[in-house]
């Protein structure tokens, strides 16, 4: 493949990174104090920040091109190094409207959403006026085999009645949140285990929808969309909220689940590019035992190491994106699977080298490193554990050599 980039493409990743240096990173510290204060509210930095990304045209940039008017015309190979430059920092991918999980619902609502489901959801997420949810995790099963999903989603009448417990349902304690996308089973003895599941669309506000609680992951909260517990209890819809059909609902998670790992993907290679910008002007700058770090091997040898597996991970991921536009999400599942084994673990070997370069100063508030390691290291399990994906792909490897 030809790695060199068109000139709109370097034209989109020159715009978004002069945003990021000029109009991002320097309202982080405002933005998190703003979190402080209203935890579960969008801080009034970011809807200042989005409507300056929408006014210059970086809006939606993540929506492949074959969703017409709903999307921004790239291709996966072409948000690649956008999304990259979004990765710098925990709060960016929501200033472009590309933040999941309503990059994912967006996808799904585009892909599979009757034009009633589009105009009343997904307009309004498109223009980023709402947020929204992917309920599919549950406390009680392993939740890695969708299969195991027991949240009940029963046929009455002309409603469904949905019963059931959801955790780490990120984007549920978000006040703007007003719509969740609920995997459950309307069809539990179908002989078919992967004929079992639909997905539904839940108003937030439903009576007998409870956002119990906010999980946290390492101590962080991820204010202001969060991870939520979520109790359904008889929780009542109209039958036209369900997507594509009863029985389809595993088929519109492995379409949602392809996009979004390897957006997940291209973030990281960002927050890891920006750890080890860090580490090298930390090792430039920091002087112990009489002389700067960059003096010592040892730093030498992991920023080199760092270098090295960074640009590892980008081709790699560069590579799984030009194989989704040309043969298609599912012909491209092996890719897919190996960079989200790959960039996960990279990120956090990058990071845990930032960070004891920092010293203390790398565990701490005053940057971003801590942030990037604890969000690393939930893509080790958001979207798949690392050993479903290698139990997989060890499958696929092995059967063509059977």
Known sequence: MDFRFSDKVETLRAQVREFMQQQVLPQEATYAEQLAANPWE???????LKQQARDAGLWNLFLPQEHGDYSAGLTNL????????????????????????DTGNMEVLAKYGNAEQRQRWLAPLLEGRIRSAFAMTEPEVASSDATNIETSIRRDGDDYVINGRKFYISGAMRKSCEIMIVMGKTDPDNPNRYQQQSQVLVPVNTPGVTVKRAMTVFGYNDAPEGHAEVLFENVRVPVENII?????????????????????????IGAAQRAFELMCERANRRVAFGQPLIKQGSVREDIARSYCEIEQARLMTLKAADMMDRVGNKDARDMIAMIKIVAPNMALNVIDRAMQIHGAAGLSQDTPLAHFFAYARTLRLADGPDQVHMMQLGRNLAAQFG
């Open 42 to 48: 969008t801080p009034p930095v970011m809807e200042t």
């Open 78 to 101: 072409e948000y690649a190094p956008l999304a990259e430059e979004m990765g710098r920092s925990v709060m960016a991918s929501e200033v472009f409207n590309c933040a999941a999980p």
């Open 244 to 268: 594509l059909g009863e029985g389809r609902g595993f088929e519109i998670a492995q379409g949602r689940l392809g996009p979004g790992r390897i957006h997940h993907c291209m973030r990281l």
